[in-house]
């Protein structure tokens, strides 16, 4: 899952298509372009105006094969 602000994606319409993008890194020789994954708002979608945030569902294999539980993850403690 991915946690975002509201404005970012205020209806599941906004997140289709769109991707996100781990591991990037800015360095001397440039910017390394990363992992990238696609949204998946109808697995999962959930979005609040008043506390200002969306969560979408992250696809669990990117665009290039990489596996999305390869990467490491923080988690949300309540």
Not at 46 to 62: E, G, M, N, R, S
Request: overall charge negative; charged content about 15%; cysteine-free.
């Amino acid at each position: 899952m991915l946690l975002t602000n509201w404005h970012v994606f205020p209806e599941a319409a906004n997140a289709r298509g769109a991707g996100a993008n781990f591991l990037y890194e800015q360095g001397d020789t440039g910017l390394a372009r990363g992992i990238t994954f696609e949204l998946d708002p109808d697995a999962l979608f959930h979005a609040d105006q008043k506390l200002d945030f969306a969560i979408v569902a992250v696809k669990p294999t990117a665009v290039t094969g990489e596996l999305l539980s390869s990467l490491q993850f923080l988690s949300i403690n309540g």
